[in-house]
C-alpha cells in the first residue's frame, strides 16, 4: 500500500512539474504531454464520435485548450484524468451540437478496411483482417448503448480507468460509475450477442 | 447467497472493484452457481472485446507530426 502511495505521489509531482514548465514556457512540457496522452485522447473522441476525421478534429481541439489551461493545473486531480475530463467535454459539447453521435466507424467503405489501420505488427493480415471485423461489429454495437453507460465503458474497458478515476472525469459517485459500467455492458453484451 | 448475484456485483467484481465483504460472498456463491459463473465469463467477453477494438486504433500520422 506504501508503494501505491509513494507511485501516487511522484506521478503527482511530475503532473505538477510539467504543468510549471509550460506555465513558464518550456515547450517541451507540452510535448510530452502530447506524447503521453495523444493517443488515449484520440481513441475516446474516436469511440465517441464514430468518425476518424471527426476524432483527429476533437483530438486537436483537445490539444489546445489543454495547451490554454495547462498553466493553470494545480494537481487537484491527476493529469491524466483532468485531461479525460477536458476531452470528454470537448467531446460531448461538439458532438452535441453538430450531429448525433457514432455514425460510422463501422459503415466505412470495404476499399478502405478498419484493419488497415491497425498498428501490431506481431500480427498476420488475417488476424488483422478478423480483429478489424470484430471491432467494427463492437463499435457498431456500442454505438446503440446510451451515451452514459457507453462513456464509462470506454473509460473502463478502452481507457483503463480506475473506478475512482471514472468518478472524477465524469463528476459522478463511485457507485454511479459501477451501476453505468455493468448496465453498458449488459446492454452491449445483449446487442453483441443479437448479431446487431 | 441462495439468490443469483446482480450483474452490477459481477461487473465490480471483474473490475476488482468489489467491496471485501462483497468478494467474499461472491466466491462463495460463484464456488457452486454455475449460471453466475456464465455471466461472469459473459461479461468478461465484453470487456475484453472493447478493450480489444480500440487499442490499436491508431492516430493519423499527420496528427502525431503536427
Given at each position: 500500500m506504501k508503494a501505491a502511495t509513494i507511485t501516487s505521489e511522484a506521478v503527482r509531482d511530475l503532473d505538477l512539474d510539467l504543468a510549471e514548465r509550460h506555465r513558464v514556457g518550456d515547450v517541451q512540457a507540452f510535448d510530452e504531454v502530447y506524447a503521453r496522452y495523444e493517443g488515449m485522447v484520440y481513441n475516446l473522441a474516436l469511440r465517441l464520435s464514430g468518425d476518424r476525421d471527426e476524432a483527429a478534429d476533437l483530438t486537436q481541439e483537445t490539444f489546445l485548450r489543454i495547451y490554454r489551461h495547462l498553466g493553470s493545473f494545480?494537481?487537484?486531480?491527476a493529469l491524466k484524468t483532468w485531461i479525460f475530463r477536458i476531452a470528454l467535454n470537448h467531446c460531448r459539447d461538439r458532438l452535441s451540437r453538430f450531429r448525433p453521435p457514432m455514425q460510422s466507424i463501422a459503415e466505412e467503405t470495404e476499399d478502405e478496411p478498419f484493419s488497415v489501420r491497425l498498428?501490431?505488427?506481431?500480427?498476420d493480415p488475417e488476424e488483422l483482417a478478423v480483429a478489424a471485423d470484430e471491432s467494427r461489429r463492437v463499435s457498431r454495437c456500442l454505438a446503440h448503448v446510451p451515451h452514459a453507460f457507453r462513456e464509462a465503458v470506454i473509460l473502463r474497458d478502452?481507457?483503463?480507468?480506475?473506478y475512482e478515476e471514472i468518478a472524477e472525469v465524469l463528476g459522478v459517485r463511485m457507485g454511479t460509475v459501477r451501476s453505468r459500467i455493468a448496465r453498458g455492458r449488459e446492454q452491449l453484451r445483449t446487442l453483441l450477442e443479437g448479431g446487431t | 447467497m441462495n439468490l443469483h448475484v446482480s450483474s452490477e456485483i459481477l461487473s465490480a467484481y471483474l473490475d476488482g472493484e468489489s467491496r471485501p465483504a462483497e468478494t467474499r460472498k461472491l466466491e462463495a456463491h460463484l464456488a457452486s452457481c454455475t449460471s453466475c459463473r456464465g455471466r461472469l465469463d459473459a461479461l468478461r467477453g465484453v470487456a475484453r472485446a472493447v478493450e480489444r477494438s480500440a487499442?490499436?486504433?491508431?492516430?493519423p500520422a499527420w496528427l502525431a507530426t503536427r
Open positions: 494545480r494537481g487537484r486531480s498498428t501490431d505488427p506481431g500480427r478502452l481507457e483503463g480507468l480506475s | 487499442v490499436r486504433a491508431a492516430p
